[in-house]
């Protein structure tokens, strides 16, 4: 059974790009948000096997939206995403739960390795 995805990016053509490299394997994408906040309701609703979340965006960031989904459901598998390399960024995500880290601009096989290590 194909694993469900949802993904969060303020960025059209990201989520886009994303979509379209796991849909192309195989996955199947419950959702997309735009924000932490949509994020957060778009979660709830849809339970999915992952979660993409880019680390800034605006209403609540990435980083927030993590926190409040893992408080609500421990077990969330997520991977962040984000243009921004910063090594801080990247500790606090793990220690938050993030299962992996993506940075932008990113080549398919990247995004497809970190999904395949955390789901499957």
Do not use: H, W
């Amino acid at each position: 059974m194909a694993k469900n995805i949802l993904i969060c990016d303020d960025a059209a053509f990201m989520r886009m790009m994303i979509k379209d490299i796991l849909t192309k394997n195989g996955y199947n994408i419950v959702g997309e948000a735009e924000n932490g906040l949509k994020a957060v309701e778009k979660y709830n609703e849809t339970k999915p096997d992952l979660v993409m979340m880019d680390i800034t965006m605006p209403e609540m960031d990435g980083l927030q939206a993590l926190k409040k989904i893992r408080s609500a459901d421990p077990s969330a598998s997520i991977i962040m995403c984000s243009a921004m390399g910063q090594q801080a960024m990247v500790i606090e995500s793990i220690q938050s739960g993030a299962k992996d880290f993506i940075v932008k601009p990113f080549q398919p096989d990247r995004v497809l390795e970190a999904v395949k290590k955390v789901i499957g």
